[in-house]
């Protein structure tokens, strides 16, 4: 982001526009929506410019402003068609300490006019930061959609009765009595001003009434990294979330799905060294709930599959927290989908090994002899440093030189690569092409086996293992 979105006060304040036509007075109607003091410097103004000097709305000048006017200017538009003026009058404005926009050059503007959908008070901006206006303009169309005619009544009503709600405790009790009004159907009912008071008194009654209430953890799988890959409930409860506490490796773009307010702890572990102790861990989930918040455990991928969530369950079943568990996608099943391969397959591997080469202790021992020789594909998590450990135990438990490897980096992300290649070799690659990002490691799957389908069936037959 290049331009942070604010909304500025301009309550009597002044700004100036200078140019002719409908761009200047584009400029000029999305001024007048606020009580601004607005003065336009145009030597042909339109009717519209016309109408509105005559209403009193805003003030018209012939020529050009002179840096004595730019004084106290909060807000200066540069609308003129030569931008060799406008470059000077910006200067001239900046000088007198105003922010300037200027017409149709992103560059050289200190802020730009986003579109927006008024339902004032409410208001939404919607910005590209110039890219793709026309893409800006599709998404107000479908917030316009969206968003009820009488919302800004419905918002004013509430801001009035803002005042009452303070017997509320602060915090999450007058948080959940706006929640309850500003309930989906309320917003799309035209319901009268009446209505909607008496709503309000009988809700308040309701909520001074309501016991202190519990909070509770859900605990919700995040997915590989891509947004999309979220299910619907996870969105919903992340929406809903009062606290999110994450790790490492939940993307950005899944944590922006939060509410801004909400209150973010990243508990990020990484790779063999702890950095934040499950103990610590639990105590956040204990505290948060128990101070009456919903709470969401984002994990990465899915929270059943190395992700600790027996400990953090159990420390919150003692405390008599609610919890709930919402399944997500696994990285080796996105990794899979990012290969187009199924990770079983008929007469290839009935079974698959989800795996990690090192547990809290170290590498982490398998019976390497049993898994090689039962012909099941297996799928490494946590892999990466521990390549070679897994490529020697492989290889002494008798697995083909051969054998079809897959590494799998930041699935579903925009970085994501990958590469297929043979025991012998997957090890040296990894740290040859600094490969330092999340890693799936396929053992037994791979392309070479779609061009390869009717003959490589196995595991066993890929590594050629004798039985
Ligand atoms: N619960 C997670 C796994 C947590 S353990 C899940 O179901 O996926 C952390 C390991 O998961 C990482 O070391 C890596 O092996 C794997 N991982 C997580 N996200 C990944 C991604 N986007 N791409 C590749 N591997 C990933």
């Known amino acids: 982001m290049d331009f942070l979105p604010i909304f500025v006060a301009t309550k009597d304040r002044k700004v100036v526009v200078v140019g002719d036509g409908q761009m200047a007075d584009a400029?000029?109607?999305g001024v007048l929506k606020t009580a601004a003091s607005v003065t336009v410097y145009t030597d042909s103004p339109s009717d519209e410019a016309l109408a509105w000097a005559e209403q009193g709305r805003i003030a018209l000048r012939c020529g050009l402003?002179?840096?004595?006017?730019?004084?106290?200017?909060?807000?200066?538009?540069?609308?003129?068609?030569?931008?060799?003026?406008?470059?000077?009058?910006?200067?001239?404005a900046r000088d007198a300490g105003a922010i300037v926009n200027v017409l149709d050059r992103t560059d050289a503007c200190d802020f730009i006019t986003p579109a927006i959908v008024d339902r004032d008070p409410v208001v939404v901006a919607i910005g590209t930061e110039g890219s793709a206006p026309v893409l800006a303009r599709q998404i107000k169309a479908d917030v316009e959609a969206m968003l009820p005619a009488d919302l800004g009544r419905l918002a004013r009503l509430a801001n009035s009765f803002r005042a009452k709600v303070r017997a509320l405790p602060e915090g999450l009790a007058r948080r959940n009595f706006w929640k309850d009004f500003f309930s989906p159907t309320r917003l799309s009912s035209g319901t009268s001003d009446k209505t909607l008071r008496l709503d309000l008194e009988t809700l308040l009654a309701r909520h001074m009434g309501a016991e202190h209430e519990m909070g509770s953890v859900a605990f919700v799988g995040a997915g590989p990294g891509d947004p999309d890959l979220l299910t619907l409930k996870a969105r919903r409860l992340l929406h809903e979330a009062e606290v999110v506490i994450h790790d490492r490796l939940v993307s950005r773009g899944v944590l922006e799905l939060a509410r801004r307010e909400a209150k973010f702890i990243d508990v990020g572990k990484k790779g063999f060294g702890e950095q934040v102790t499950q103990a610590?861990?639990?105590e956040h989930l204990v505290r948060e709930s128990q101070a009456g918040s919903k709470v969401v455990r984002l994990k990465g991928g899915d929270p059943s599959v190395f992700g600790r969530l027996d400990e953090e369950l159990s420390a919150l079943a003692d405390a008599g927290i609610a919890c709930s568990v919402v399944p997500?996608?696994?990285?080796?099943?996105?990794g899979a989908a990012s290969l187009k391969q199924s990770l079983t397959r008929r007469d290839r591997n009935s079974s698959i090994t989800l795996m990690t080469a090192?547990?809290?202790?170290?590498?982490?021992?398998?019976?390497?002899?049993?898994?090689?020789?039962?012909?099941?594909?297996?799928?490494?998590?946590?892999?990466?440093?521990s390549a070679s450990f897994l490529q020697a135990r492989l290889?002494?438990?008798?697995?083909?030189?051969?054998?079809?490897?897959?590494c799998v980096e930041n699935i579903s992300r925009p970085e994501e690569r990958r590469f297929t290649s043979t025991l012998t070799q997957f090890a040296q690659r990894l740290d040859d092409d600094n490969w330092n990002g999340p890693l799936i490691i396929f053992v037994g799957i791979g392309k070479e086996q779609v061009s390869h389908?009717?003959?490589?069936?196995s595991l066993k037959e890929l590594s050629h293992v004798s039985y």
């Open 65 to 92: 402003p002179i840096a004595s006017d730019f004084e106290f200017v909060t807000l200066f538009y540069a609308a003129h068609e030569s931008d060799a003026v406008n470059d000077e009058l910006a200067l001239l």
């Open 27 to 29: 400029k000029c109607r």
């Open 358 to 385: 090192h547990d809290a202790k170290g590498y982490a021992e398998h019976d390497w002899r049993q898994l090689v020789r039962s012909g099941q594909a297996l799928a490494i998590y946590m892999g990466r440093k």
């Open 453 to 457: 389908a009717a003959n490589a069936t």
């Open 328 to 334: 997500g996608i696994t990285s080796a099943a996105a």
């Open 395 to 406: 290889l002494m438990a008798g697995a083909d030189n051969d054998l079809v490897i897959t």
């Open 280 to 282: 610590v861990i639990n």
